[in-house]
């Protein structure tokens, strides 16, 4: 009874090549560079106590999509790549079908889509990290989407910001990313039940739960201590990962978390965010709570929660932050000045990359006096859409811009600010004087809820430059399609409470962010 079983050990051993992706994919089209090579070869020597490595991408949304691969199949796939279902680049976020990947070339001018054909992802070695927290031992990385061809997929989102930065060190200069991001803590009461599936264009209900304090007492400390149970260990389990935590703090809603990390370089941001996001959730759910990155929750005395992207550059050449005024009194150097204008020139046009949800337009606007509605600049000023910190003699002198939602795509947005902000700088614009109230009338307003976000970004020759014909006509068609069916909800429901949080809203983001 047992030479069957040695035959076929033998047979796994030798068609294990096949298994997965196109052989030698990565070899074959010089995919990795000198970095990756050496990570990879190191990797190779670490798998052994593994049972899992998960595999995956960021999706238009900014949602990780991956495969698990038994820690056999991932050194075939790490130089073979791995096949994909284009599913996550055609749905819009309550699973419709946004895209239609029967028409030809998949409707929108790529012919790998067209019946919805594997396209492969192939795992970045410098991305691979393990896991503290799953019950089996289990890798995770992030990968980069090709086509057959070798040729990087036209719907990556990682390739926009690699491209972007890549444009940077070009010009000399490295972007440098501070994270500042916002978010619920809720515990779970129930679990979900079979009222609870949804389907294609409609989203399961959401997770029941209530909220873990009475929130609304700024940076008590007290309230953060109450939470130390679930923060401790997602504290702990984000340094194990390498990501560079700095300060955990409770903000105004009631459970209301920030964390704030140390700069990074623009990719490993990007990732890090994707990684973020991923293993809060996973972790509050495995202790009894539930994370949303949703920017409202649908949730009575709840307050808005905001990304606050820290950014500046870095001269690579001279050694220095080339933010920093050298000479005089302003807050900025002219590469800083020229960087601020172009980021406020394209504010309107990169909107949706920043807010991407019919949700997040609710935090924008003068009741929430710490957002921003208007394409203004400030020296500290929250309200302000770009607020300057630092100054003459201050290495750590950089800009934020307080547009963005928790749950946008990582590597959109931050490749939408590099873009606007070189743009700027390559062309020497100079922002207007910055603005005393940046809410007043008289600065441009910025686009107020998704529709117009969209029509924006679908005219905005900046944005066909940066991402691209194919990946600018697949989003404006996700994010139409998450508009219609929420429009079509509304007309059904009737007019609601003005200005309040929908229960389609609420079922769509809560759970999926």
């Not at 068609?15 to 052989?23: E, I, K, L, M, N």
């Not at 400390?221 to 700095?246: F, I, Q, T, W, Y």
């Not at 809603?253 to 965010?273: I, K, N, R």
């Not at 932050?321 to 601020?340: D, H, I, K, M, R």
Request: glycine residues 12%; contains cysteine.
């Amino acid at each position: 009874m047992t030479q069957p079983r040695a035959r076929s050990q033998h047979g796994e051993r030798r068609y294990a090549r096949f298994a997965t992706g196109s052989t030698g994919f990565v070899e074959r089209h010089a995919l990795w560079d000198e970095a990756q090579r050496a990570a990879a070869a190191e990797l190779d020597r670490h798998l052994d106590g593994l049972e899992f490595v998960r595999v995956g991408f960021g999706d238009p949304h900014g949602l990780m999509r991956s495969k698990t691969l038994t820690v056999d199949a991932f050194r075939v796939a790490l130089r073979n790549g791995l096949d994909m279902s284009p599913g996550p680049f055609v749905f819009d976020t309550g699973h419709a079908v946004g895209v239609d990947f029967f028409a030809p070339s998949g409707g929108i001018g790529i012919p790998e889509l067209t019946g919805a054909g594997d396209f492969l992802i192939v795992p970045d070695p410098l991305t691979f990290r393990v896991l503290p927290y799953t019950e089996a031992p289990t890798g995770w990385v992030v990968a980069d989407e090709y086509l057959r061809d070798g040729s990087p997929h036209p719907l990556s989102s990682r390739a926009v910001l690699r491209r972007a930065c890549g444009r940077a060190a070009r010009a000399g200069m490295a972007f440098v990313v501070g994270l500042e991001v916002e978010w619920y803590l809720t515990r779970l009461t129930d679990t979900a039940g079979a009222a609870s599936v949804g389907g294609f264009g409609i989203q399961g209900e959401p997770p029941p739960v209530r909220p873990v304090n009475g929130g609304y007492q700024f940076n008590l400390d007290s309230h953060l201590d109450a939470l130390m149970p679930v923060v401790g260990p997602l504290a702990r389990a984000l340094r194990e990962l390498g990501l560079p935590l700095r300060t955990v703090e409770h903000e105004s809603g009631p459970g209301q978390l920030e964390f704030t990390f140390s700069p990074m370089d623009g990719l490993d941001a990007g990732d890090a965010m994707l990684l973020l996001r991923t293993v809060i959730k996973q972790m509050c759910a495995r202790l009894g709570h539930h994370a949303s990155f949703m920017a409202l929750p649908g949730l009575g005395g709840f307050d808005p929660s905001g990304w606050h992207l820290h950014q500046s550059l870095f001269d690579t050449a001279a050694d220095r932050n080339a933010f920093v005024p050298t000479e005089g009194s302003g807050p900025l150097s002219a590469t800083g000045l020229g960087y601020v204008a172009g980021l406020l020139e394209h504010a309107a046009d990169t909107t949706l990359l920043a807010v991407p949800t019919v949700n997040g337009y609710r935090r924008l606007g003068e009741q929430f006096s710490l957002s921003p509605d208007r394409v203004a600049w400030s020296r500290e000023n929250r309200g302000a859409l770009i607020r300057v910190l630092g100054g003459p003699g201050e290495e750590s002198t950089h800009v934020e811009n307080r547009l963005g939602e928790p749950c946008a795509n990582p590597y959109l947005y931050l490749a939408a600010q590099l873009t606007a902000g070189l743009d700027g700088v390559e062309r020497g614009l100079r922002p207007a004087d910055e603005a005393d109230d940046p809410h007043a009338g008289g600065a441009a307003a910025l686009p107020g809820d998704l529709p117009t976000a969209i029509a924006r970004l679908e005219t905005s020759e900046l944005c066909a430059e940066l991402l691209g014909k194919h990946l600018r006509d697949c989003l404006v068609r996700l994010k139409r399609s998450e508009a219609g069916r929420f429009q079509e909800w509304r007309a059904g429901a009737g007019p609601g409470t003005p200005g309040a949080v929908t229960a389609w809203e609420h079922r769509e983001y809560f759970g999926a962010y």
